[in-house]
């Protein structure tokens, strides 16, 4: 290891979709501590996902890899220490790796690469939502009815988690042992993530009257692609809401981003306090985004910028300040730019590139970004490529999707309804399954997914065991976790 590095901090909220920022322009959300991050490093505003789901999502950054080649396919196939992590590169040349918060993995009992895991929330029983397995026969989203009906003012199991963390994070950088060797810090929130209901002092910030409305919430504007009208009719959240509910909804979500701001802000501020904040390096990102409605779909699993598209923040040392970059980055990088922040030699099974370097060139904006999705409530593979001003969604064995962002940033017009009209889409469409022919073969991704999803299936002991297994909307804190082993107090 070099002996110039600084110590590395990367926070990563949960669900925070890009544009939810006031650094990114966005006219009613208040994120003051973003904000002044923003203003002393560099925004990535091209910043993607590698999946528009926590469990798979957080596998991929943890890996360093595409889903496809780490085969954490699903919210049932946990990150279990398995494959090598940048964690265990860190920690294995001498380096403190500490999580503090969510990780969604199977388990502590794996070796994730870690030093220390405090207040780690996993997956459910070290399974996660098995039900999700089920794509050629899926049952009933019966807990879709929750989104609404949690909508509002007050504390949650998710806040109060939040307040948790943030305190033991303050404490964790406070502790003189950080003085002693280089550390890394993986800081992990819950906020934004639903339930919508955000503690009083944030929600009062927002009044639902003044929300902006979803983007083609009519219903003639939404998307007729038979892929997303299968997975919006399995999460058929937008049934439950009515005018007056989606303005609530959007002001609580409001509510939490700040709220989660503000838990931002108070890690920043130990970080400064303990004597650490120039010698550190710290990234401020999220696993997915949030549609809010867009569409008339809440949630993710699908490839609107809402959902896939994730806010990426970088600043500390060496890192310019005010830079906003467009080439496309990927949580996939935060692996490279953990091993090229203390001075460690490249690992060629991290396919991705030094957010440290992507900032300190010019813009890149022919770079390739890959997101794709194998989760619940998808009957196949769908891959989201990005370039340029386009954006590909190819799914197996169904048409595409075609989007020049540039002048259709609300993803509006699907281009492929008039291709063989246009021959910049037609060449657009050629060169985006070029440059996803170039990564992997679509055909087999989609079958060794559902190889391995039958596999699973099997292990878990069947179809209705996988229906039965556990049902919830949300994955529960560690405490409710804890109480759901214990069983009732007799």
């Not at 060139?361 to 370039?387: A, C, K, N, Q």
């Amino acid at each position: 290891m070099s002996e110039k590095f600084s110590n590395l901090l990367v926070v990563m909220s949960d669900e925070h979709r890009r544009d939810a920022m006031g650094c990114m322009g966005h006219p009613i959300v208040q994120t003051p501590n973003l904000d002044a991050l923003a203003l002393r490093g560099s925004v990535f505003e091209n910043s993607y996902t590698p999946c528009p789901m926590c469990v798979p999502a957080r596998a991929a950054a943890a890996c360093g890899d595409y889903v496809h080649n780490i085969r954490y396919w699903d919210s049932a196939t946990p990150y279990d220490g398995r494959r090598r992590s940048w964690m265990h590169e860190l920690r294995d040349k001498g380096i403190d790796v500490a999580s503090i918060g969510k990780l969604h993995f199977r388990s502590s009992e794996d070796d994730n690469g870690f030093s220390e895991e405090l207040l780690p929330m996993h997956v459910v029983g070290g399974v996660g939502w098995a039900a999700g397995l089920l794509r050629e026969n899926p049952p009933l989203f019966e807990s879709a009815a929750e989104l609404a009906r949690d909508v509002g003012s007050g504390a949650s199991a998710y806040t109060d988690y939040d307040l948790e963390i943030t305190e033991v994070a303050e404490k964790w950088l406070h502790d003189g042992k950080r003085k002693q060797r280089p550390w890394a810090a993986f800081v992990s929130l819950v906020s934004p993530h639903y339930p919508l209901t955000a503690p009083e002092k944030w929600y009062g910030l927002y009044d639902p009257d003044d929300m902006d409305p979803p983007v083609a919430y009519e219903t003639g504007k939404r998307p007729n692609h038979p892929e997303i009208r299968h997975i919006v009719n399995l999460f058929d959240y937008d049934q439950y809401f009515d005018p007056q509910r989606v303005r609530e909804a959007k002001a609580a979500y409001y509510g939490l981003t700040s709220f989660m701001d503000d838990c931002l802000g108070r890690v920043l501020a130990a970080l400064e306090t303990s004597g650490q904040a120039d010698n550190t390096l710290v990234i401020y990102t999220s696993d997915h985004g949030d549609m809010l409605g867009d569409h008339g779909m809440w949630t993710k699993q699908v490839m609107y910028e809402a959902s896939s598209g994730i806010p990426m923040i970088m600043a500390g040392p060496g890192v310019d300040a005010g830079r906003r970059v467009a080439t496309g980055a990927s949580l996939l990088d935060l692996a490279a730019t953990a091993l090229d922040n203390f001075g460690l030699p490249e690992n060629a099974g991290f396919p991705g590139k030094s957010l440290l370097k992507i900032s300190a060139e010019p813009d890149e904006i022919d770079r390739t970004v890959l997101s794709e999705y194998h989760d619940g409530g998808s009957t196949t593979g769908t891959f989201m490529i990005r370039w340029r001003n386009w954006k590909l969604v190819y799914y197996h064995n169904f048409k595409p999707q075609l989007f020049n962002l540039e002048i259709d940033p609300h993803e509006q017009f699907d281009l492929v309804e008039n291709a063989e009209t246009d021959s910049e889409v037609m060449a657009a469409l050629a060169e985006g399954a070029k440059r996803l022919n170039a990564i992997c073969d679509p055909s087999e991704v989609n079958r060794l997914a559902f190889s391995d999803q039958k596999k699973r299936i099997e292990e878990l002991g069947g179809l209705d065991a996988c229906i039965n297994a556990y049902i919830f909307n949300h994955t529960p804190t560690p405490r409710e976790q804890k109480r759901m082993r214990e069983g009732p107090a007799l």
